[in-house]
């Protein structure tokens, strides 16, 4: 029973350090100053369009992700509902820290988005790896891997952040160069990050909600 509770305790430590990653690569990003990144693009659109507020919209469209997600047969774990509450949790508190400087100068801004979404990817390996669920956007990255497990995981990935980014520019979001390096620059870097990490996401097992609360109501019952 101590072994299972210090691998939950080391697997939430993995999933909160990887949603802070994630958080910060995504304000690093934004303050790179050289376009929306391709969902802050496509929930902005939405936002204009309907008139609901970015934040709902960021809620509405991880839900509908979710449901995707679960169609795909891909499990909703505890990690899922955490990466929605913790990551604009996180953001908000980084950017109140005030830390990470808006930079001005627009080659060094390209430089400064490259290194954001390599602190994403580097998040998405941690609180991934967890293995408590996969956040939306990368619990249906990870279900579409599953179905076309022939097509490498960077590419899916590529491919839905250009989708949502093209879905955005439609509906009017601002889209700059740094958000089309974004889109091409994600799936090469987190194809690197995976691979140098020895991360393969078709060999992962993550652990349904459902799964975890029958886990820890064993240990409770033994305690």
């Known amino acids: ?16 350090l990887g949603l802070f990653l994630y958080a910060l690569g995504t304000v690093i990003t934004i303050q790179a100053n050289v376009g929306l990144a391709p969902w802050e693009a496509f929930h902005m ?5 309907t008139g609901i507020s970015f934040g709902k919209i960021v809620i509405l469209v991880g839900l509908l992700i979710v449901m995707v997600s679960v169609i ?9 509902v955490m990466n929605m509450i913790f990551i604009g949790t996180f953001c908000d508190l980084i950017i109140g820290w005030n830390f ?7 080659g060094l801004g390209i430089l400064f988005m490259l290194f954001g979404l390599f602190v994403i990817c580097l998040g998405s390996y941690f609180y991934i790896g967890s293995a408590l669920g996969a956040g939306p956007r990368d619990s249906l990255m990870i279900g579409l891997k599953k179905k076309f ?15 949502v980014l093209l879905l955005g520019w439609l509906m009017g979001a601002k889209v700059g160069l ?10 090469f870097i987190l194809q690197f990050t995976f691979k140098c990490l020895r991360f393969n996401v078709d060999d992962l097992h993550s652990e349904s909600v459902t799964e975890t609360v029958r ?3 064993v240990i409770r019952k033994e305690s």
């Not at 029973?1 to 909160?16: C, E, V």
């Not at 659109?45 to 369009?49: D, N």
């Open 45 to 49: 659109g939405l936002s204009q369009k």
């Open 100 to 106: 990470i400087p808006r930079i001005d100068n627009y």
């Open 178 to 187: 740094g958000t089309v390096i974004a889109v091409f620059g994600i799936s």
């Open 215 to 217: 886990n820890l109501g």
């Open 149 to 163: 497990s022939s097509i490498p995981v960077g590419m899916i990935r590529g491919m839905i952040e250009g989708t």
């Open 1 to 16: 029973m101590k072994k299972i509770i210090q691998s939950y305790f080391f697997r939430l430590l993995r999933l909160f």
């Open 72 to 80: 795909l047969k891909e499990k909703i774990g505890f990690g899922t």
